[in-house]
């Protein structure tokens, strides 16, 4: 997976990230008789599909009537996942799976931890790897029907001038990401440690870009790659607060992720106010509930042109 990719990625879970090391005791969800509770367009919502849901939402320390917040999400996943799979835009199971490990590698956790969690709630891996493919299909959706985007990047701009507002600016990082790979048949606790004390060595003898190369060359399973031009708004949430803290020509801190052990080497960092910065603040903005109005409006017909009924 490459590192833009990730932002599309990252941030989903994070009150699941959050709350997962709390959980400290089994789930006491009532093993009943799965029962048919709701349908949507003749796809069934059982009663455990809802248990499962309320356990999840336990997990995210989420507050409220669960059971209603767990019926309704699970409609909307319904509509959403039939409208992914009727514009042939759904996520592989090899696209889910993985996901699924580099959730459990940003938590410092093998996917048989992972999977011993979720069941220890009452979530279950199926329950969590079914909310991972409707997180990673509905964007896909948007993107088909908004025409690959929506507003232009002209067009964004120009609304924002329109509404009294300047020309934001931002940040622009280049960026390097140098990785010490572990391949998964050799992924042991010891071993990760080993290459996380190799990356910090590394990362504490980089003076920036242009020495990185040749700082790496000849070191085993060591790659680096040229992530060139990222702004601000587009970094990655678990990536974000340690390549802000990191200071031009400098590193972040070594992660363990799915791959090895990774950092990011800062070859520049620099204001900028061009359209490009505009638009992105400007998404920002607008998508920082979740979702796009075009997306909630989209959905919403959906809704109104299915045929839902509660048992």
């Known amino acids: 997976m490459n590192f833009p990719a990730i932002f599309r990625l990252t941030g989903l879970l994070l009150t699941v990230a959050l709350a997962l090391p709390l959980?400290?005791?089994?789930?006491?969800?009532a093993r009943a008789a799965s029962e048919i509770k709701?349908?949507?367009?003749?796809?069934?919502?059982t009663s455990v599909d809802i248990a499962r849901r309320v356990a999840f939402l336990k997990l995210q320390r989420t507050g409220g009537n669960l059971g209603k917040k767990a019926r309704e999400q699970l409609v909307e996943e319904a509509l959403k996942m039939q409208e992914a799979a009727r514009i042939r835009v759904l996520v592989s199971d090899a696209q889910v799976d993985a996901s699924y490990q580099r959730f459990a590698a940003s938590n410092n956790m093998s996917t048989k931890q992972l999977t011993q969690?979720?069941?220890q709630a009452g979530v279950t891996p199926k329950h969590f790897?079914?909310?991972?493919?409707?997180?990673?299909?509905?964007?896909?959706?948007?993107t088909a029907i908004s025409g690959g985007g929506g507003m232009s990047t002209q067009d964004l701009v120009s609304k924002m001038l329109e509404r009294g507002d300047d020309k934001p600016s931002t940040t622009e990082y280049i960026l390097q990401q140098v990785v010490l790979v572990v391949p998964?048949?050799?992924?042991s606790k010891s071993v990760l440690n080993a290459r996380k004390r190799e990356a910090d060595q590394l990362r504490a003898r980089i003076q920036g870009c242009d020495s990185s190369a040749s700082m790496i060359k000849g070191l085993r399973d060591v790659s680096l790659r040229?992530?060139?031009?990222?702004?601000q708004p587009q970094l990655p949430a678990d990536w974000k607060p340690l390549i802000e803290r990191?200071?031009?020509?400098?590193?972040t801190t070594a992660r363990i992720t799915e791959r090895g052990v990774e950092f990011i080497v800062i070859c520049s960092a620099k204001t900028v106010s061009d359209d490009k910065a505009a638009e992105l603040m400007f998404r920002a903005e607008s998508d920082q509930s979740g979702e796009s109005e075009e997306a909630k409006k989209y959905l919403a017909e959906l809704r109104k042109r299915a045929v839902i009924a509660n048992k």
């Open 226 to 231: 040229q992530l060139g031009r990222i702004m």
């Open 184 to 187: 998964a048949s050799k992924r």
């Open 117 to 119: 969690v979720l069941n």
């Open 246 to 251: 990191a200071s031009a020509g400098g590193a």
């Open 38 to 45: 709701i349908i949507v367009n003749s796809q069934a919502i």
């Open 129 to 142: 790897k079914a909310f991972i493919r409707v997180q990673m299909s509905w964007p896909r959706v948007v």
């Open 23 to 29: 959980l400290i005791a089994p789930a006491t969800t």
